[in-house]
């Protein structure tokens, strides 16, 4: 009988393990934030701050990639050179990651999500992302072109030149969308407004994600429409057509359908957020953040 008595130090070491063994199951998904443009790491601390205090343990990557000047490049050059970090991440954490993208951030991931095939990321969170463009100028654009008016930026944007330069690949002006389909390499792709031969597969691959989670409000200030990070944008009228009256969605082009009646969609609206502040306001973060980082 001897045998099956079970000693206080072995009862203790098989409910740590226990223990241990329930924290695995609950361990949070390491997350990697993206930057905005004209940032770089240092202007996401405050947010993966906010995510090791709250969700203690979890691995934050905030990807030092394309920073504050670099950030200008075209963006399929920097859909690459994120691509190929991501894939490093990707690789050393099988089991899942989640990707929060800020701003222009939000672009490179969408790129990402759709023309990366076999990804693991499982939250996809866009936080304050010109999804469907920018018609608008702003502070931002200012320090790209000195002398802008939106009304005559698509000669330059439009252009062999322009493409050349991120803004230009999300500039969207209403008023001449046949320029912008012929001439915009980057954003009309990946919303598959322009026909192309990888769509489907790129739509397979963008549907991998688990959710997706839109963040964005009306005090933004520099996304133009700011319904832009909630996939509305405008029409010829410059009235705001939203997301599910958007010809990209009503013909599923890169999955976005699909996934919203999948119930995947998730909508996050906030007022008094300016541009800059979104990733430094913990209540956006207790919002609209915190409960997908799982
Ligand atoms: C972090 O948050 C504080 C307080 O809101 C703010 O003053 C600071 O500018 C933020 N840092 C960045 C890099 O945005």
Redesign the pocket.
Known sequence: MDALRVSPALLMMMMLMVMMAARCVHAYKPVVIVHGIFDGP?????LS?FIETMHPGTKVMVLSVDNYLESVRPLWQQVKDFREALLAIMTQNPDGIHLLCFSQGGLICRALLSTTPFHNVEMFIALSSPLAGQFGDTDYMKQVFPDSFKEILYLICYSKFGQKVSVCDYWKDPHHMSRYLKSNSFLPLINGEKPHRLMEAWRDSFLRIKKMVLIGGPDDGVITPWQSSHFGFYDQNEDVVEMRNQEFYQRDTFGLKMLDERGDVVECVISGVKH??W????MVFQTCIEKWLT
């Open positions: 240092k202007e996401l601390d405050n701050g800059t502040e990733h430094s306001n913990l």
